[in-house]
């Protein structure tokens, strides 16, 4: 019993801490990776003329639930001062 116990709380951990990740955008190749816990968003954003916008960004709950979108247009506008 016992060992049966482990053995769930172990897949519980790992299915909060370990990320899966999502297909890359087609906005110049933005990748994430999400867990239950947390998400992390590698921005390859291509705004302007031709300009590139790159970063890694950790979102911790609860804004780990924020959509991709939601979540670019927030890096844009610091980016572009808007």
Do not use: W
């Amino acid at each position: 019993m016992k060992k049966r116990i482990r053995i769930i709380c172990v897949i519980l951990v790992l299915i909060l801490v370990i990320p899966m990740p999502i297909s890359p955008l087609k906005d110049g190749g933005t990748r994430e990776f999400v867990a239950l816990t947390y998400k992390v968003v590698i921005y390859r954003h291509l705004y302007g003329e031709g300009e590139q916008y790159k970063a890694v960004k950790v979102y911790l709950f609860p804004d780990n639930f924020t959509p991709i979108g939601e979540l670019i247009d927030r890096e844009m506008e610091k980016v572009l001062g808007a």
